[in-house]
């Protein structure tokens, strides 16, 4: 009964958006009249019948669709409205980010003083790194590519309302250094330091693991506890996500507008099909290089992925990556180390938006620039970014940074602020799903993943 009422809603809710499609069309297109009203009911219709698919298919991913669908509409349909929506995402955002210190400290020393191997996770580390240049280094070469071949850049104008420049420091090899160490563990943590906590939870897990084991057992135990209270708290927060991320889309749109796209379109499309060449050029051989069950990684990646393109944050997925990494068959030791640390070192959709956003601005600027010259822009943005990731902006503000250090014009960076958010979007879901495949693929190297347990408790 609930697979029949699932595809009857499912079908219905094609027919719906299928007609409403073609009765824009006949008005966008073939200048018919229609009613803007019948338009309107249409699309409040269709996804409705997605709700009711939703509710059958009891599946938090399709909520969180639905959440995408009902925020984008009403941002279209009442703008005003949709800008007072930002408090409900924010309120989401704010209650993950409760979780992150305290999931990533347990799951970390756990993992790693429960275990006692500290040669194991010396190897561990090693791999993780060496795989993460490797992905970040590729990225950055295919939006070089793609950049070159669009020239998307090429043509722009500087508009004549650029605002108030932008407030950038420019960061040097020091300050990168002293980005990964905390000075306060409690500032780390505040301000949403995720590489800074990690590694204060790597030396006190290491330092936990060189005392006796009657001094030993009662913090691991306490960790142990801890852990399983925040993946639990993660499942309660992750209720509230459809309806937060609803709230977060109804705000992008309501203050971009759908047609923002339009005047860098190009720029867009480049990032995204580079993002897409990345993905099924590089992610999927390696998946397959690694034996991982696609169809199993894919659905254990969606969830997290989609919180992600919705929020544009990495940080609000990263809870729920983790758990799903968990259920997926990656042991939790590999989970917690391979997991936060990707967030500073493989930021694979980052660093491709990175490369291609600088020689965006070159060419805006009617700047040639040789092959050397480009790729010493992209390494120096690559290093900057590090330790960044979940930080709304940051790649912004680093991108303006860099760019004046290599004595190139601010402007186009204004042009690119305005569909920021879209791109934003894009890059920060392949950032997730990179990390995710990072570490299945470190946890195959280490022996670490459990297919099979995996399959029997699904």
Known sequence: MKTNNQFRFLFLFLLLAGLTAALWALGHYAGASIDSRLLFAGRW?????????????????????????????TGYDWPAFAANLQVLSTVFLRLIKTIIAPLIFATLVVGIAGHANLRQVGRMGIKALVYFEVITTIALFIGLGAINLSKAGVGITPPADISAPIQAQKQVASDVILHIFPENIAKSVADGQVLQVVVFSIIFAIGLALVVEKKRRPVLEFCESLSETMFKFTNIVMLFAPIGVAGAIAYTVG???????????????????SLLVLALFVFLPVALLARLPI?????????????????????????????????????RQVVAFVLPTGYSFNLDGSTLYLALSSIFVAQA??????????????????????????????MLVILLGTIESFQLPAWPVYVIIGVDQIMDMARTTINVIGNCLATAVVARWEGELNLAAAADGE
């Open 45 to 73: 219709a269709t996804i409705l019948a997605f709700a009711a698919y939703a509710f059958f298919r009891r599946s938090l991913t399709t909520w969180i669709a639905v959440g995408i669908l009902a925020g984008a509409e």
């Open 255 to 273: 203050k971009l507008g759908l047609g923002i796209i339009v005047p860098v379109l190009k720029l867009i499309a480049t990032l995204y099909l």
């Open 295 to 331: 169809r199993r990684f894919l659905k254990a990646v969606a969830e997290p992925a989609s919180i992600a393109f919705a929020t544009s944050t990495s940080e609000a997925a990263l809870p729920r990556a983790m758990e799903t990494m968990v259920e997926f068959g990656v042991s």
């Open 365 to 394: 600027a009617g700047i040639h620039l040789g092959f050397g010259k480009q790729l010493l822009i992209a390494i120096t943005l690559m290093v900057t970014s590090k330790g960044v990731a979940g930080v709304r902006g940051a």
